[in-house]
């Protein structure tokens, strides 16, 4: 999980995975999988060790199935390249696993949740139809592990500043926000979706750490509305 949440984040995620009696090995790949007739018996590791194996689980993502557009002219660079309202022509719409967009923050971007692709398709339809929404959502996707639940929003990754700011380490519940600079561009809540609409918020406005840090104390003054964090701007329908 190093290339989707960072460093701290991955770590944290390969202890519950741990805590629950998954040997976790990372920095290795397998070299090969040993057989007898039709059964796999054994993954070969490329440090050298071979595991026993009754089952072997692939799971290496996706790529998007458009072998069946090739020649139909569309631009296809990772799925079906669209424009910032998911329209690959004025006529042709793609939304889902499928639409590589031109997001207005993010740049061209495909997403693979299920919360995008059903946003992403009343945005296509509306323009479809004749009206022009940029489809800019704040990217969202949630995971259960065991029962840890995450919650992510926006930018996140190791080329990001994370930090932790709520830790009720007895109960294993916190948040965390991605920073470039003092500005919240992504954040994830662990088992805390109480603060999943604040979180949201701030990364829809690209809030100030202080001021969230502020806001979740408690101690933002009514008189400074426009921080907005209840408030989101510029989100999808
Ligand atoms: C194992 C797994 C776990 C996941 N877990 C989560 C999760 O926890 N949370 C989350 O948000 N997302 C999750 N996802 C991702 C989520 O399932 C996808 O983002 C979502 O299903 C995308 O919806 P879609 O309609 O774009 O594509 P799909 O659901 O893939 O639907 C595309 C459909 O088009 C059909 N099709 C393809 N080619 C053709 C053709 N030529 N003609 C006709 N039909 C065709 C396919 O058979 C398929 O039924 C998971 C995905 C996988 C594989």
Not at 204 to 214: F, G, K, M
Request: aromatic share 8%.
């Amino acid at each position: 999980m190093f290339r989707q949440v960072g460093h701290e984040v991955g770590e944290r995620i390969a202890q519950i995975h741990a805590g629950h009696g998954v040997d976790v090995r990372c920095g290795t790949s397998v070299e090969r999988l040993v057989g007898a007739a039709d059964r796999v018996t054994h993954v070969a590791l490329s440090e050298g060790t071979c595991l026993p194996a009754d089952l072997v689980v692939i799971a290496i993502g996706s790529v998007p199935a458009v072998g069946w557009l090739a020649e139909s002219g569309l631009h296809l660079t990772d799925g079906v390249d669209c424009n910032r309202y998911c329209l690959a022509t004025p006529e042709i719409a793609a939304a889902g696993d499928v639409a590589s967009w031109a997001h207005d923050d993010l740049g061209q971007i495909r997403m693979e949740h299920r919360t995008n692709a059903t946003e992403q398709a009343m945005t296509a339809a509306r323009n479809l139809l004749g009206q022009r929404i940029p489809f800019r959502p704040i990217p969202y996707f949630w995971s259960d592990q065991y029962g840890t639940k995450l919650q992510v929003f926006g930018r996140t990754g190791p080329d990001l500043a994370f930090r932790r700011l709520i830790d009720h380490a007895k109960t294993d519940v916190w948040c965390g926000v991605y920073l470039t600079g003092d500005r919240i561009v992504g954040a994830l809540a662990w088992s805390m979706p109480f603060a999943a609409r604040t979180l949201r918020s701030a990364v829809a406005n690209q809030a100030r750490l202080s001021d969230l840090i502020e806001y979740l104390s408690g101690q933002v003054p009514s008189s400074r509305p426009e921080r907005g964090f209840q408030r989101v701007r510029g989100s999808s329908p």
